[in-house]
């Protein structure tokens, strides 16, 4: 099954473009943090939503939002000026939500009485 999850806050400011067939897509930039090791190491995720999803994503969030974003990975392909072969995932956003706004008080969670965290 070809399926990502994320959530991460919004790294910069959205990119709303239109394609020369009209087709509308946002493009954003999220940072997910993982902890290994007792460090902390974020990974810059490039995301791309098409048609009103990235319409109404633009509409609603923005750099430093925290977002829930699910979807599928695709390779796209191409020749650079060199006509060397060129290759790339992107993480296409199907799903969004907005979990939290730049600014909003972090609520606390309640304390667990598992050993584990989830």
């Keep these: 099954m ?3 999850a994320i959530t991460g806050y ?4 959205l990119e709303q473009v239109t ?10 930039v999220v940072g997910v943090k993982e ?10 995720i490039d995301l791309t939503l098409w048609g ?34 060129r290759a790339t995932y992107e993480f296409i956003g199907l799903h969004w939500e ?3 706004r730049t600014g909003e008080a972090v609520a606390q969670p309640e304390p667990s009485e598992s050993k584990y965290a989830f």
């Design 2 to 4: 070809n399926h990502f």
């Design 10 to 13: 919004i790294g910069k400011d």
């Design 19 to 28: 394609t020369p067939s009209g087709a509308d897509l946002v493009k954003a």
């Design 35 to 44: 902890f290994y090791d007792g460090e902390e190491k974020t990974h810059w």
């Design 52 to 85: 009103k999803l990235g319409i109404n994503f633009a509409a609603v969030c923005g750099k430093g939002d925290f977002v829930l974003v699910s979807g599928k990975i695709t390779k796209r392909t191409w020749k650079d000026r060199d006509n060397n072969p």
């Design 98 to 100: 907005l979990l939290r």
